[in-house]
């Protein structure tokens, strides 16, 4: 359907993995348990400079954006008959 690019895509699978590490852990876990912080360390916004939450709320937000701004084109768009390309190519 073209609403997300696949960067979007795998950006968002990896956000729904940790969310589901969480989710699903019989015992506690945190954003620096080896198996959250290395699937944390393949979202792109990855940086060792960062602590692994914030690399993973910065991602979050980030898609957060982006699907925001797809839905504003796409409002543009049936509203005016025109399709706006600088707000959808950032998704």
Same mark, same amino acid.
């Given at each position: 359907? @073209? &609403?997300?690019? !696949?960067?979007?895509?795998?950006? &968002?699978?990896?956000?729904?993995?940790? +969310?589901? *590490?969480?989710?699903?852990?019989?015992?506690? *876990?945190?954003?620096?348990?080896?198996?959250?912080?290395? $699937?944390?360390? $393949? *979202?792109?916004?990855?940086?060792?400079?960062?602590?692994?939450?914030?690399?993973? !709320?910065?991602?979050?937000? +980030?898609?957060? &954006?982006? %699907?925001?701004? $797809? %839905? !504003?084109? &796409? +409002?543009?768009?049936?509203?005016? @008959?025109?399709?706006?390309?600088?707000?959808?190519?950032?998704?």
């Amino acid at each position: 359907m @073209g &609403l997300i690019d !696949d960067t979007a895509r795998s950006e &968002l699978r990896a956000i729904k993995n940790i +969310r589901n *590490l969480f989710a699903h852990s019989e015992a506690p *876990l945190c954003f620096t348990s080896p198996k959250v912080f290395e $699937k944390v360390k $393949k *979202l792109p916004l990855w940086r060792e400079e960062v602590t692994p939450r914030m690399v993973f !709320d910065a991602a979050v937000h +980030r898609m957060e &954006l982006a %699907i925001d701004s $797809k %839905i !504003d084109a &796409l +409002r543009y768009e049936h509203a005016t @008959g025109q399709w706006h390309t600088q707000v959808t190519n950032s998704v």
